[in-house]
Every structure is written in C-alpha cells, then in structure tokens.
C-alpha cells in the first residue's frame, strides 16, 4: 500500500509531519491557510506538488468552516488575499503559484455568475480544489508508466531485462498528493516487474533521499539502496553493468521553455555523471510544471535556505544499540564561524536531459537538440490541475 502523506475529508485536513520521519509517523491537523503557511515554510510538508494541493485544501477547510459573508464579491477577495499570503511561503516552485492562479481564477468566474453569493463562490473553491487533489494522483500514476515503458524501450540496459535506477531527493507520496512522479516511475518499473533494484542518494543538506524516499522504500518493500550523494559517480562507474543502471529520474521544480530544469541542488551533477557514463538522465515533471514563460534556466530564482541545515544535523538518540525516540538532539558537524552557502536547487541545462516525462507521454529533443515543449499543451486535460513534480 502506498503511503499516505495528506489525508483530506471536506471541512479536515490532516498531513504526515515529515520533520519527524523516518523514526515517527505523526499527523498534524492543519484548520486555516495559517497553519498551512508554517507547515510549509518549516518544511513539516514538502515536495513542489504537495505543498500545493495543501495549500489549496487549507484554504477550503478554512473557507468550509467559518462564518462566510453572503456577498460573493467579499468571499472572492477574501480567498485572493489567502491565496497571495500562502505563495510567500515557497518562491522557487511554479507549482505553488501556478495552483494559487488557477484558483483564483475559479472563484473570479463564480464571483461574476448571475446571482452569486458567498456560499456559491466558496464551494466554487472547494470543489475546484478537491479536484486538484484527484488529478494529481492520476497524473502521477501516467507519469509513472509513461516512464517506465520508455525507460524499458528506449535504454541499453532496458533490453537486457530488470533495470536499476538511481534517483535524488524525494519525489514520491510524501512529495505529492499519492504515488509520486520520479519515485513513481520507480514504483511503476516494480509493480510491471521491470526493476532489478532502486539507488537513493541522500540529498544533502536536508537529507530528503535518506530520511523520505528511503521511508517509502522500504514501505512499499521495493529492493532499494542509499548511497551518499558523493557517492554516485563510483556506483555508475563500479555497479553500473552489474546492476544493469539504465539512468538517473529525478524530478524537478520548474521546467523553463527550452528544457532547462530546476531541481534540488546535486540534481546539476548527477546529470554530468549520467553522461559521461553513458546512461540516461530523465526529468518527471508534469506539463504543468512546464513554465513557457520562464525562456531558459538563467531567468530562474533559486532560494538559498539557512546555513544551519549544512552545519547541524539532527535526530533521535542513539545509544549504541537502540534509537530513543523521546530524545531528539541537534547536533553540530561543522567548525563553528565557518561561513555557508546553502541553494535549494540548482539548474540543469536542457542538453543534459534525455527526456521530460509528463502525464502526456515523454518529450525527447529533435534532430537539432530542441525540445517542443509547447507540445505538451495541445494534449486535453483539467484546467486546474496544479504541478505536481517532486522538490524540496
């Protein structure tokens, strides 16, 4: 069973603290957008897709259960104004901001019905957000199988049979509304019984493959191995043919126009190493991260984040031979004064990349090393539908 990181009824809304995986499993009930704002600015939920659909759903528990005016025009200004304060809380994701436009949106076109009124415009918002929420898990499930059969018809290793995969940070249920997009191109190899074994790097510095996607790993009891981020380049190098490694997936947090992709920092490097290796380098990012306004990678915001999370680590108390869960330490591991440079993310340029797997299909670069990505747009689907693609 897939794990289940955002449990949603209308008017409840309940998320998986991540800050305290892997060694407890504990849910946060989260009432108003406020609770939504800090859950994800500490990062108790993460992942570019899933802070969205909180987001969204915050809001709609909020807007289910107060005392709502029966004017639409103030209801409508009312979930604006949110829907702007929840945006502040993540500035690299499009997801976020993409998801926020879109509601918006919606509960302006309710607004502005003949014989509108409060309530009319707060289900508006409620049902359009409760449907982002259905998209995503389907979206990602296509995601999911339109990678695992590419990676299965169109790699070295693929026609030899099961494939090892490598992938970095965490882009699977805890990153998303279930399933997941890169992790769930790796669930998706397992479930057709075309995985031979799944790589996880740690991600440092917050420690999202090792804390998250290791979790989900051993949940779903997919054969799966953590390794250091320094680590890769020798994985490729000494197990890739054992292993029969067909490439690296991971996911991103925008996808500029010319196919130049963000994605949490070490995402750059490992697809450095995919190419001098040989094996493929693939980005699960749903069309809907695909941001035709943003030309290329330069016009990209990366966030730079506390130095603490590069100089202290922290976790429950080992004694040796037993973890105590009622103890939690920080603990420092660099020397003190020494100055840091923490980006979330950085970009990878667009002639890295082999493929950008979407709901849709997957989109290769022609014959000249240009990808269409506007393509992605011709293709039917939800209006409303947020990102979904895994991140910090």
Not at 171 to 181: E, R, V
Not at 203 to 208: D, F
Request: proline letters at 3%; one cysteine or more; glycine letters at 8%.
């Amino acid at each position: 069973m897939v794990l289940q990181a955002i449990k949603y009824t209308r008017g409840q809304l309940e998320i998986l603290d991540q800050l305290k995986l892997p060694h407890q499993e504990e849910y946060d009930h989260i009432y108003s957008s406020t609770d939504a704002w800090h859950a994800i600015k500490e990062m108790r939920t993460r992942g570019a897709p899933a802070i969205a659909i909180v987001a969204a759903l915050a809001l709609a528990v909020e807007l289910t259960n107060m005392k709502l005016s029966s004017v639409a025009e103030e209801v409508q200004v009312f979930v604006t104004e949110k829907l702007h304060y929840l945006v502040t809380s993540r500035p690299t994701a499009v997801n976020l901001a993409d998801a926020a436009g879109k509601l918006k949106k919606v509960t302006e076109d309710a607004a502005a019905k003949q014989g509108a009124n409060g309530e009319s415009v707060r289900d508006a918002y409620v049902n359009a957000a409760e449907q982002m929420l259905v998209d995503d898990v389907s979206d990602n499930e296509n995601i999911g199988k339109h990678g695992a059969e590419w990676i299965v018809k169109n790699t070295e290793a693929g026609k030899k049979g099961p494939v090892s995969m490598l992938t970095h940070c965490n882009t699977g249920s805890l990153a998303t509304a279930g399933y997941g997009t890169a992790l769930g191109v790796i669930r998706s190899l397992h479930s057709s019984g075309s995985l031979k074994h799944a790589f996880c790097s740690e991600t440092r510095p917050y420690n999202q493959g090792s804390r998250l996607t290791a979790f989900e790993l051993v949940h779903d009891q997919i054969p799966a191995t953590l390794v250091t981020d320094s680590m890769a380049a020798a994985l490729l190098r000494l197990r890739g043919g054992s292993e029969n490694i067909a490439g690296i997936v991971v996911g991103a947090d925008r996808v500029a126009a010319n196919g130049d992709t963000a994605n949490k920092i070490g995402t750059y490097s490992l697809a450095i190493l995919a190419k001098h290796h040989g094996v493929k380098f693939l980005v699960a990012a749903p069309r809907t991260t695909i941001d035709l306004n943003t030309k290329s990678g330069a016009d990209i915001v990366i966030e730079e984040r506390p130095g603490k999370e590069v100089t202290m680590v922290k976790g429950p108390r080992h004694d040796g031979v037993n973890l105590d869960l009622a103890v939690v330490e920080t603990v420092s591991i660099a020397a003190n004064g020494i100055n840091v440079w923490n980006p979330a993310f950085d970009v990878t340029p667009a002639e890295l990349i082999d493929g950008i797997i979407t709901e849709v299909g997957v989109f290769e670069k022609d014959s000249e090393g240009v990808f269409h990505l506007e393509e992605a747009f011709q293709a039917k689907g939800s209006e409303i539908k947020p990102s979904t693609v895994g991140g910090l």
